[in-house]
Structure formats: C-alpha cells, structure tokens
Antibody, heavy 124, light 111 residues
Framework: QLQLQESGPGLVKPSETLSLTCTVS??????????WAWIRQPPGKGLEWIGS???????YYNPSLKSRVTTSLDTSKSQFSLKLNFVTAADTAVYYC????????????????WGQGTLVIVSS | QSVLTQPPSVSGAPGQRVTISCTGS?????????VHWYQQLPGTAPRLLIY???NRPSGVPDRFSGSKSGTSASLAFTGLQAEDEADYYC???????????FGTGTKVTVL
C-alpha cells in the first residue's frame, strides 16, 4: 500500500524559503503513470493545488504561485520536494503531498493517496 | 477564491438522503473535465471518495454516489451516518486558470 509522509520545518520566517520533503513508501516514485503533487490548506480554509512533478522531472505549477515555487525529485531516496520562496503569513498552512493519477487524460485525474500533512507557520 | 462553489454546510438526520452541489463554469466542469470528491474527517488528510464523476474507490461504501451534468456536479449520501460528519471537497481542472481546482468545501453535520 502506497504511503506518503511530509517532513520539514514547522516554522519559517517571513521572506525566507519554505522547504518540505515527501517520502514515498510501498511503491515506486519512478513511474510514468503518475505525477507527484503538493497541495496546501490554510487553517480553517479550503484546499489549493501548488504544483506537480513527473518522474522525468517535468513540472506543472499553479500560475498563482509559479513565480515562487520549485519542485524536485530524488528517485534514489524515493522523495520529492517543495520549495516556496519569499513566504508571508498568507503561506501559513497544512501542506500535503499526494500522488496524482490521470483519468481519461492528464487533466481529468485525481489525487490519491495523500500524506498526513504538515503544518508550516510563517512568523518571525 | 475558488471557481467551484459548494454550499458551506448541509445537515441531515441519520438515515436521511443528503446532497452536496459543486457549481462550476464553462472553463471547468462545463468544459467536460471530470469531477472528483474528497472526504476530510476532522484533523485528518483528505481521502478520495468519488473519482471520475461517479466511481467509488474500493472500500468506499455504496451509500456515496456522484453525478455530473452541465456545469455542475453532485455528491449524494443515501442513509446518512454519524461517521459521515466531515468536510467534503469537489475537484476538477480549469482551462482558464491552467490549474487543478478544488471546491469551496461543505461541512456535513449529522443531527
């Protein structure tokens, strides 16, 4: 059974870089069948897709965050990572990693499974 | 601001039938992109409940069902149970935003 686990600092200072890693177990990260995604949820609010990365290294980002986001993949460690630059209090959220699989097309896919999430607070 | 609108809350008595709407537009649901639904129990991560409009992953009870028509989709509970108290989100793709989008979320309360 595939499992995902987020890790990283729980507190980041404003204007600095948020860095998180997702470790995948129970399956291969080097598969052409899926993308690997980051999604966030501010406290008490809804879900926002941040970006996705393919096993080849191809990336796809939410245009609203694209200028500040970088994702990467380390297949040797079965991990993928997120970096979000120049954070502000508005970036305070629970950050989830998830696997994204295509449906009828890559636009019709869904996120499953999800990691348990990690809370990142942006504060000085 | 999400482009997929859901009612903030719905409630029902145990055993009652309840539905949640997800209203989009011509650039997402109305463009033909599939809709998926997630259940988020308090303090936990979302889990996939319905995929590709009306399909249940293994392990999801058959009292949950999904449908899609025009620019909207719906999630239905037949026989509401106490353990169904949670937040529910729809998800699709928006071609104007070039992004995967989630609904505003609906809190289900069992009376």
């Amino acid at each position: 059974q595939l499992q995902l686990q987020e890790s990283g600092p729980g507190l980041v200072k404003p204007s600095e870089t948020l860095s998180l890693t997702c470790t995948v177990s129970g399956g291969s990260i080097s598969t052409s069948s899926y993308y690997w995604a980051w999604i966030r949820q501010p406290p008490g609010k809804g879900l926002e897709w941040i970006g996705s990365i393919y096993y080849s290294g191809s990336t796809y980002y939410n245009p609203s965050l694209k200028s500040r986001v970088t994702t990467s993949l380390d297949t040797s460690k079965s991990q993928f990572s997120l970096k979000l630059n120049f954070v502000t209090a508005a970036d305070t959220a629970v950050y989830y990693c998830a696997r994204y699989g295509a449906g009828r097309s890559w636009y019709d896919g869904w996120f499953d499974p999800w990691g348990q999430g990690t809370l990142v607070i942006v504060s000085s | 601001q999400s482009v997929l609108t859901q009612p903030p809350s719905v409630s029902g008595a145990p055993g009652q039938r309840v539905t949640i709407s997800c209203t989009g537009s011509s650039s997402n649901i109305g463009a033909g992109y599939d809709v998926h639904w997630y259940q988020q129990l308090p303090g936990t991560a979302p889990r996939l409940l319905i995929y590709a409009n009306n399909n249940r992953p293994s392990g999801v009870p058959d009292r949950f069902s999904g449908s899609k028509s025009g620019t909207s989709a719906s999630l239905a509970f037949t026989g509401l149970q106490a353990e169904d108290e949670a937040d529910y989100y729809c998800q699709s793709y928006d071609s104007s935003l070039n992004a995967y989008v989630f609904g505003t979320g609906t809190k289900v309360t069992v009376l």
